[in-house]
């Protein structure tokens, strides 16, 4: 709900732990959440495999909903990376998480059939379908061995796994709607494929394309009887509390950041792109 800039200034000299450290304590900690809390939601919160490794994961969760097998944890990983069971975790790994990424939809069905006398604010983050390929168009594992520098390969693989995710998310949100009917469903993205930046060395001189499209984000919002005019996703639930409550949030400046590379985290020559006029 609100732009990175009003938690700590781009200039920070900050190394790349304390920036992380920064931002996600924005993130577990966040205003929507907070605010939906007051309104007397109560929030679940669907951990995914990155959640699942922070202690402060979901910190102000009614509700923390682990789905992660202990296998998958990047210290596990460490641990044995270079050794004779390397590819053992690996392999078991990759099978865990695609196990964890379909029960995300189980989890969001569930709950979603539960009674209750508050209303919910719901929150998953799924992990697809961004990368590392899992899946193919039909939910097998890609028969085709991804060559990282080939930008043919990424493209058909995300466009498989994108194939296979769309039918989960239309039949658990059909399935979801068919338990509530006044429900709003907000699918949205962090950030778009960045296929084109694949191969491109430079990222200090992107071209507006690859901007672009790194931008483009897939936002839909299932509300009925309510209006959400939101360009940004920064607006998307600004938009939604102020038809749901008496509250009245600025509706913000639409705009993105673009971070550097070579720098720490939200630090230096970070710029607006404006994509939205």
Known sequence: MDYIEKYYSFEDNLSEDLNQFKFSRSHYNNKTANILKKLGYKYYHILNYWEEESVNGAEIADYRISIIPFITSRLIKFVFWG??????????????????????????????????????????????????????????????????????????LYLGQVEFINKKLENCFSKIIENNKNVIIVLQADHGSGLLLINNPNWENLSPEALEEKYSIQKAVYAPNLNIEAKSSVNTFRYIINSISNADLDILEDKCFYRNYTYSRFKGDSIKVDFFN
């Open 83 to 156: 050794t004779p069971l390397a590819n053992l975790i690996k392999n078991l790994a990759m099978k865990n998480e695609r196990m964890a990424i379909c029960k995300v939809f189980n989890e969001l069905e569930k709950i979603s059939k539960e009674k209750s006398s508050n209303p919910k604010f719901v929150m998953a983050h799924i992990i697809c379908p961004h990368g590392p390929y899992y899946f193919d168009k039909n939910g097998d594992l890609p028969s085709k061995e991804l060559n990282p520098d080939n930008y043919e390969d990424h493209k058909n």
